[in-house]
Each structure stands twice: as C-alpha cells, then as structure tokens.
C-alpha cells in the first residue's frame, strides 16, 4: 500500500471514530425517544445512500439471491442494538453506555469459542477476566449510588450483544456484497425493525421540532453515514488487528465529549471500571485478530 493511501486509511480511521463518539450526543439533543432517532438515523441514509447503490445492485447478482438475508438479519439486530441503546441514555450516562455497549467484541470471541471451537491462548482469558470485571465494577457502583444507572448499564451490556450478533452477520454479508451494498440493506432492515419496535413502544413517528428533525439527519450524517463509511475505507486499506483495537477509542472520546457537551463528568468508579474494561476489550481484540490471516476487508 502506498503512504499516501496509507495516510488516507489512519485518517478515515481516526474520521470514524469520532463520528461514531457523537452518536450519544445526537441522542440526548434530539429531544425525542431514543429508537425514534434511530429509526430516522438508519432510514434517512437509505435515501442518502440510493444513487450510489443503484449501479452497484445492477453489478452484482447477489442483490437478487437469496444472500441478502445476511445484511437484513444484520440490520435487524442493529435495529435491537439501537433501540436498547439508545434507550439506556435515559437511564445512564453516555459514557456508560457506549462503553459497556462496545463490549461485542466479547461476545464475538465468545461465540468463536463455543460453536465453531476455536482455541484461545491465556491471554484471551485474562483479557475476559478484566473486560467482565471493569463492566461489574461500573454496574455494581452505580447500583449502589444510583440504581437508576444501574437499570441504564444492564441495558448497555445487552446492546452489546446484539452488536456482536452484527458483527457476526456482516462476516457472513461482506463475503457476497460490498460495503456500501452492505450499509444500504443493512439501513432497510434496521429501518423496517425499528418502524414495529416504534409502533409496538406506542413512540409516535411525527410531531417533532425542527431541531429534532435537524438533530435526526445530523445523526443519519455523521454517525451512519460518515462514521460507517470511514470504517469501512479504514478496513478495506488496514488490517483488522489495527482498527478493531483503535475502536475501543470511542468510549474514551464519547466520554471526553460528553463533559463539555452534555456536563457529565466521569467518577472515580466509572473511570477505575472503564480502564478495566477498556483494557480487557483490547487484550481481547489483538488475542482475536492476531490470530487470523491479515486479509483487510476489501
């Protein structure tokens, strides 16, 4: 890879993850549910994505297979993954829950382990050990000091799971579709899930400010459609093993964000349980992708 493409993939790198870090902002300043906002987040950037996708779904046969249940599948457990998540903002705080939400990698691992077999060294296991134990010590505390961010944090970790389940189907997607055909029926998916999660939440789907409806298309823009792309440029010129590590930055900028944008400052517990868990989810990434072929994702 030449320097300049190389400078180019550090810096769509670095453009993702901080795009990503707002994601929580964008929440808290719609002034709307949380899975209203991820609705029009995912359903906007159909549209915004349309005239790019047209000519790849003309080029590639796999539109009109049976394949693309992988990416639908992968936006509905995106559409699980948003709605809990964004939810639990109104039960903790940002940080909290884009750290604890990040925790896919875990469960990623995990599901390697238990159904393919997969064997791990010793480092995975402590890397396990201190993820788990830093998401415990954040959860315990603040069901002790505020169990209102208790209920919030349970929530967090459960997005991560659905996230995991994500991260598993786009595997399985990006085999057959490229990553903007992926994004586009990944946003149909999430969008259609989201519109019955609504509905069956009673969250109505209009009568909002025209701040909230800038707030909705800032977020479709930034978080989705820059964030998603810039990753997916980063993976398609870099090795996994050296952007799945870098993403576990995005807790720490969401939480630097969020001190002069939203005024949460992070305590003592939350800071102690977060480096656990930070350096636990980065033991557990380099254990995992050093493991496999340094193929980057094209």
Not at 33 to 38: E, L, R
Not at 49 to 63: D, E, H, M, Q
Not at 101 to 110: C, E, F, K, S
Not at 126 to 132: F, I, P, T
Request: hydrophobic share 50%.
């Amino acid at each position: 890879m030449s320097q300049n493409k190389s400078i180019l993939a550090y810096a769509a790198l670095g453009i993702g993850v901080l795009a990503l870090s707002f994601s929580g902002m964008f929440v808290r300043w719609a002034n709307a549910p949380g899975p209203v906002t991820a609705f029009y987040r995912l359903f906007f950037s159909i549209f915004l994505l349309l005239p790019f996708f047209i000519p790849r779904a003309r080029a590639n046969a796999n539109v009109r297979s049976r394949r693309v249940m992988y990416p639908l599948l992968a936006g509905i457990f995106t559409a699980l993954d948003l709605a809990l998540w964004t939810s639990s903002l109104s039960y903790t705080t940002v940080s909290n829950a884009t750290l604890l939400g990040n925790t896919a990698p875990l469960w990623v691992t995990l599901a390697g382990w238990l159904i393919y077999k997969k064997r791990f060294p010793g480092k995975f296991w402590v890397g396990l050990g201190l993820a788990l134990f830093g998401a415990a010590l954040i959860i315990s505390a603040d069901f002790i000091l505020h169990p209102r961010f208790g209920v919030g944090d349970v929530m967090a970790i459960f997005t991560g799971f659905f996230y995991g389940c994500y991260f598993l189907l786009t595997e399985k997607s990006r085999e057959k579709f490229d990553s903007l055909s992926h994004i586009w029926f990944v946003g149909v998916g999430a969008s259609l899930a989201l519109f019955f999660v609504n509905l069956t939440l009673g969250y109505s789907l209009t009568g909002y400010s025209t701040q909230s409806w800038l707030v909705f298309l800032a977020t479709t823009i930034v978080s989705q459609l820059i964030g998603y792309m810039s990753l997916a440029y980063a993976l398609g010129h870099l090795p996994a093993s050296i952007v799945a590590p870098t993403m576990i930055l995005q807790p720490v900028v969401t939480t630097l964000l969020a001190i002069p944008f939203l005024g949460e400052i992070p305590t003592i517990w939350q800071g102690l349980g977060g480096g656990f868990a930070l350096a636990g989810i980065y033991i557990v990434n380099r254990t995992h992708h050093t493991s496999q072929p340094e193929i980057p994702n094209a």
